[in-house]
């Protein structure tokens, strides 16, 4: 551990800034478009369904499939696998300690140990988790609303990442 800690310093060295590619508007654009839509449309259906669908780590998950959809982790195994996993995670922690701030702690980690494990990394699952536990969620918070806002974002994120010459999704479906 000291040899760790004592090469601490020359592994955080980075340069200060980098060259970054040039920005494209009609990315910009396209990314504020779809995203704003795909977040309507789930907000559509919890009119239409009257259950609440939205929970904050749809938006992080908007993030990755509108404005860098050839991400690994926005992929279709990663987005479903990474909300499941975390919160099938999290009502399986809530069940057998509650909710406190262990359960908290623990979730998270598990849920990211499992999404590794399963190769669905996805960080807004991370949020999921999160949200799963300090909701104090039961089974139900896995199919609505995590299940079936994972699926309205996945219909969303293939239907106008295509419509557009300058995007496909998905680049991998497994």
């Known amino acids: 551990m000291k040899q760790r800690l004592k090469r601490l310093p020359s592994k955080i060295?980075?340069?200060?800034?980098?060259?970054?590619?040039?920005?494209?508007?009609?990315?910009a654009i396209w990314s504020f478009i779809s995203s704003s839509l795909s977040i309507w449309s789930i907000l559509a259906v919890t009119e239409w369904f009257g259950h609440p669908l939205l929970v904050g780590s749809f938006g992080a998950s908007a993030v990755l499939l509108f404005a860098v959809p050839d991400s690994p982790l926005a992929q279709p195994r990663n987005l479903v696998g990474g909300?499941?996993?975390?919160?099938?995670?999290s009502v399986i922690v809530v069940a057998i300690f509650g909710t406190s701030n262990f359960s908290i702690g623990f979730a998270l980690g598990l849920s990211i140990f499992f999404m590794y494990l399963t190769h669905t990394l996805?960080?807004?699952?991370?949020?999921?988790?999160?949200?799963?536990?300090?909701?104090?969620?039961?089974?139900?918070?896995?199919?609505?609303?995590?299940?079936?806002?994972v699926i309205i974002l996945l219909l969303n994120a293939i239907l106008v990442n295509n419509l557009v010459y300058h995007r496909k999704y998905p680049t991998v479906w497994f």
Not at 13 to 27: G, Y
Not at 83 to 89: D, G, S
């Open 13 to 27: 060295k980075a340069p200060l800034s980098i060259k970054r590619n040039k920005v494209s508007l009609k990315f």
């Open 83 to 89: 909300h499941l996993v975390a919160a099938i995670t």
């Open 122 to 149: 996805h960080p807004p699952g991370g949020a999921t988790a999160l949200i799963g536990v300090i909701g104090h969620s039961g089974p139900m918070f896995i199919l609505v609303p995590i299940l079936l806002g």
